[in-house]
């Protein structure tokens, strides 16, 4: 009799499709997966802990290296915090510049996101194409925070710094042109008719289940549920844009991308909004601050919708300079929660496509 | 006026070496010629990772390699030399023998194949009466090499990557050659020249369209190219069978890689290219020239498949092998046979 012998395969932490050191143990039956096991916590630095040794205005760029793709995000959802925490009322313009770097970041973070799925699935030149976008929105945001990735840009009460002469300008013609580059990827990655054979009904995941393992951004609206925080909840000032919210059909690997890949068109018109916008607002960039930020006793919970899903900062605070403590509701990790049950009897190749659409960032999966 | 060329150096070498018994005038002009096609092999696997980089470049808005050498033509050979002063990694589980014996082994099928093939009028090493019969026996000899590169590394992804390459390999030999009984039904030979002169006329992409899709698609994924290349699938499989390989023992896995495409294309062109013949009646150009120009714009072509599209997963390959191309390549015999019967029934 033919008997086949289960094994073990280590699929991480050192491997090119991981999207950095992530690892799964995967239980293989010749290719198909068993059982999968993800382990988590290669790149864990304890970021909630270190909150406790600084001061509110110090954790700052600690979130950046939450997810390093979009960092901008990252800083909005902490100070949005505080703000609550204190009561401090952030001024109009600040808000206007929180939502135009923050959604450059999105756009900086859907790029590498869908860039990197095509190089998953084995296509190198979306990737390359991808980047070559991701590189003009790196510069623009180098050029009004001075600093590529890790931008630092949001300040407790507002931000910091007003934009340069000339870059709203120079966004706004980027985002001419950005329509043209997406249908680009949408001839070379989606249109594609092995790519969508490799993704079409990979990894499926409900709608129930989605919402049940409390999983956010594209991957539950690739699923078909309507939650996206920026339309359900607005912040900021999202209820002055007119924008859509793409869903997905079927909740497979190739919604949850086309959902990205939507999401940028969408990101493209709530910009060009905001520079409309914002060219009639005069006033600071920064709210009436202390010198030393001491909120009050208290706890304050804001959360909003990063690339990956919904971010979310509880911070704790005893009165004095520095929080008594931190916790930060990380997207990506929650979203890797139901890995087991959607890897359970796809195809080594799939677990590679199923790990990408969920676009995880191993910064913020291990905090 | 280079027509007879390379034919003229082995004439000139034959009566240099008149006052030799015939048995080994021969000899040394055999041997002269295997090692002119080694080094035909060896400088064109050099040049064509040259080329893979600049096609990869154009195609993804890119320069490519431009530093070493000018234009960084220099630039593979850097790489290979940096790859020679390497360390070749053996780590202890692996079956030491097999494992270092499948990189010294992997050009041979190789540098065998290319003993048959007419680079141009007159211009094979051998003109063997079963040629195709004895290319594809050796070619397919390579998937062997693989196997056991995979097998003896002891580690789980260089495994799959050589159980993948057999089960690639069983599927995709068949209709590969399915698809070349449709030319050999019409010229009744598998000696390269009869087939090359069959030709002169019509090349066999017209008569034989669908033979040359399914040839083609097979030969590519007999060389292990994108969207095929799930033997070494980087984003999967790490790399496949090669994952332990370092130095330069990784380096012949790769150009390895190339001189098979080199065979790969050179079938595509002898059997449906016309070979060595010159198109639109462009005689002025020699006969190898020709044959070459053929063989790289089939080597642009699969560089730029690789380029463009995704890999596709280990189910869809075989079914795509066993449920499309075999069918196919059963119909287009049975079309050619009727085709021919027909033809000879009405005796144009």
């Known amino acids: 009799m033919i008997r086949t012998q289960e094994y073990n395969l280590n699929f991480g932490p050192q491997h090119p499709s991981t999207h950095g050191v992530f690892r799964i143990l995967l239980t293989l039956d010749g290719e198909r997966v068993v059982k999968a096991e993800p382990i988590c916590g290669y790149l864990h630095r304890g970021v909630e802990k270190l909150a406790e040794a600084r001061t509110y205005t110090q954790f700052i760029p600690y979130t950046d290296r939450l997810d390093y793709l979009a960092a901008m995000l990252q800083n909005w959802g902490y100070v949005m915090a505080v703000e609550k925490l204190m009561g401090v009322e952030v001024p109009e313009k600040a808000e206007y510049m929180r939502v135009i770097s923050g959604e450059l970041s999105r756009l900086a973070s859907h790029l590498i996101a869908i860039g990197t799925y095509s190089l998953d699935i084995g296509a190198f030149t979306g990737f390359l194409l991808a980047f070559r976008e991701r590189e003009t929105t790196m510069d623009l945001l180098e050029e009004l925070t001075g600093s590529r990735m890790t931008l630092s840009y949001a300040r407790i009460g507002g931000v910091a710094a007003d934009a340069p002469d000339g870059w709203l300008e120079k966004v706004d013609k980027f985002m001419d042109k950005m329509p043209t580059c997406i249908d680009e990827y949408d001839g070379l990655i989606t249109g594609n008719e092995i790519f969508q054979a490799r993704t079409r009904e990979v990894g499926v995941l409900k709608p129930e289940t989605a919402i049940n393992y409390s999983i956010s951004g594209p991957s539950l609206r690739g699923s078909g549920v309507d939650y996206d925080l920026r339309k359900a909840k607005p912040y900021g000032v999202y209820d002055r844009f007119d924008f859509d919210v793409p869903l997905g059909k079927n909740g497979d690997c190739f919604d949850r991308f086309d959902c990205r890949m939507k999401e940028m068109r969408q990101l493209v018109r709530i910009i060009k909004q905001a520079i409309q916008q914002i060219k009639e607002i005069d006033g600071p960039v920064i709210g009436k601050v202390p010198k030393v930020i001491k909120p009050p006793v208290g706890d304050a919970y804001a959360e909003i919708e990063t690339s990956k899903g919904i971010i979310g900062y509880y911070v704790v605070s005893d009165g004095s300079p520095k929080p008594y403590r931190v916790h930060v509701r990380r997207p990506s990790f929650i979203n890797l929660g139901y890995l087991d049950e959607m890897l359970r009897g796809y195809l080594v190749a799939d677990v590679v496509a199923i790990l990408g659409s969920l676009d995880i960032m191993l910064g913020e999966v291990d905090c | ?348």
């Open chain 2, 1 to 348: 006026m280079f027509e007879n060329l390379f034919v003229g150096i082995a004439n000139g070498l034959r009566s240099l070496l008149g006052g030799l018994p015939l048995e080994i005038n021969e000899a040394i002009v055999m041997l002269v010629k295997l090692v002119a096609i080694l080094v035909f092999i060896l400088v064109n696997a050099l040049w064509l990772v040259y080329m893979e980089r600049k096609v990869a470049a154009f195609v993804q808005a890119r320069i490519g390699p431009n530093r070493v050498g000018p234009k960084g033509l220099l630039q593979t050979t850097a790489d290979i030399g940096k790859l020679i002063c390497k360390e070749i990694i053996i780590h202890k589980d692996t079956d030491k023998l097999v494992f270092m014996l499948a990189p010294m082994l992997v050009f041979v099928p190789t540098l065998m194949v290319f003993a048959v093939i007419p680079f141009g009028k007159n211009m094979a090493a051998i003109d063997m009466n079963i040629g195709l019969l004895y290319l594809l026996a050796i070619g397919s000899l390579s998937t062997l090499i693989f196997w056991m590169a995979g097998w003896a590394s002891n580690n789980k992804y260089s495994l799959l990557g050589g159980m993948r390459s057999v089960a690639q390999m069983v599927s995709y030999e068949l209709p590969m050659v399915l698809a070349i009984l449709g030319v050999i039904m019409i010229t009744g030979s598998l000696k390269m020249s009869d087939i090359i002169a069959a030709q002169e006329h019509t090349w066999f992409i017209f008569s034989q369209p669908i033979a040359f899709l399914i040839f083609f698609i097979a030969s590519v994924s007999e060389c292990n190219r994108a969207p095929f290349d799930l033997i070494e699938a980087e984003s999967e499989l790490v790399n496949g069978f090669n994952t332990e390989y370092s130095g330069m023992a990784f380096a012949m896995f790769y150009l390895a890689e190339y001189a098979n495409m080199l065979v790969s294309c050179a079938m595509v062109t002898i059997l449906f290219l016309g070979g060595w013949y010159a198109p639109f009646g462009l005689d002025f150009i020699p006969s190898w020239l020709w044959f070459f120009i053929k063989m790289y714009v089939m080597m642009f072509i699969i560089m730029q498949l690789r380029w463009t599209y995704p890999r596709i997963r280990v189910d869809q390959l075989m079914g795509f092998g066993w449920k499309v191309l075999v069918p196919l390549s059963l119909a287009n015999i049975f079309v050619t046979g009727i085709g021919m019967y027909i033809y000879r029934a009405i005796g144009w």
